[in-house]
């Protein structure tokens, strides 16, 4: 069992950066998928980001050059850049078959 304590969340006016931690309780190392998911209101939860095999990456292609994922030994970061009001979601962290909580950010135009 895996604890994940997620923080960074916020709120950030267009154009501005947030970093994103989900800490575990244990070393990652090893576990798989890593990555970052969020929900907007009144949608479905969609990947933003995720760790497949060691340096295999992928991007939802809306954050793609804006999202830099990656990873320490007990922790996943989502860092993110020139924040867009439809970033606006709860972003939920997901290692292997646990996942966070979720934080809120809230990107105001």
């Known amino acids: 069992q895996v604890q994940l304590v997620e923080s960074g969340g916020g709120m950030v006016q267009a154009g501005g950066s947030l970093r994103l931690s989900c800490a575990a309780s244990?070393?990652?190392?090893?576990?798989?998928?890593v990555g970052w998911y969020r929900q907007a209101r009144g949608k479905q939860r969609e990947l933003v980001a995720a760790?497949?095999?060691?340096?295999q990456i992928m991007y939802a292609n809306s954050v793609k050059g804006r999202c830099t994922i990656f990873s320490s030994e007990n922790t996943v970061y989502l860092q993110m850049n020139s924040l867009k009001s439809e970033d606006t979601a709860v972003y939920y962290c997901q290692l292997g078959p646990w996942w966070g909580q979720g934080t809120q950010v809230t990107v105001s135009s």
């Open positions: 244990r070393s990652i190392f090893g576990i798989k998928p």
């Open positions: 760790i497949i095999n060691g340096d």
